[in-house]
């Protein structure tokens, strides 16, 4: 559009000039001059907006890119990109892993030491997590203060000592900015059992709210059974209430007899879920 526009008026201008250049007298010999002269001129104007047309695109482009596919703090991936690289890698070598890594009492640091300074942690972090990942691996800042690495690796001994190495590293942030606060790192891991990286990525969550949990862990990996029972105990609490109206909790007495005389003295009171589907 800006290149047909500079067409329209350098055409414009040049038939302008011309007519102007006939009414003035102007002899043939200078007329194919003014005209050489016009043409030349329209011809670099044509070149100049081509150029500032292209490189206005370019930079528009690679904003869009990074708004799209980075985060604005860090200049990591954010969570959309890492799963599209997180899915190639795998359909390469599906001998990964993933590991979910989070700041602990991050909000106190936000509180004690402001934004300005939490967001300066976040970056160092990111930083120590740049130097422990190798070429083939991936790994991205989302949710804050979470972060994610795709590791080419699926022993858990060497998922241990790598995410260790980390946590020892983030001593010197601590150090950096004088501070006596430590800043401490726990993290949730899950060996790849699954083809979709968001399958994935949702088993090192759920091993990182374990390790949220828990302060003698620092380090959780995924536990199927674990996983089973809490989804058992999400699907009880999120059903008790329709279970309330539908009159599915049944009260049976258990009779107790005295063992003296033989009759019933008392009943133990049980409460039962019969649900519709059995």
Known sequence: LRVTTSVVIGSVI????????????????????ITAALFLIILVLSIASIWYGSRILRKNNRELIRTAYYDSLTGLFNMKRFEQEASELLEQDGCRSVAALNIRHFRYINEIFGKKQADQVLCELALIIRENIREDERFCRYNSDQFC???????????????????KSCERISRRFNRNYPIQIYAGAAVNQVTRPDELIDRAEFALKQARQGVERDIVFYDEKLHKAEELVRLIESSKNEALEKEEFRLFLQPKRDLASGEIASAEALVRWIREDG
């Open 14 to 33: 040049y038939k302008a000039c011309v007519a102007l250049a006939i009414n003035l007298g102007f002899a043939s010999t200078d007329l194919k001059f």
């Open 149 to 167: 690495m795709l590791l080419h690796t699926v022993e858990e001994e060497e998922i241990r000592r790598r995410i260790g190495d980390i946590m």
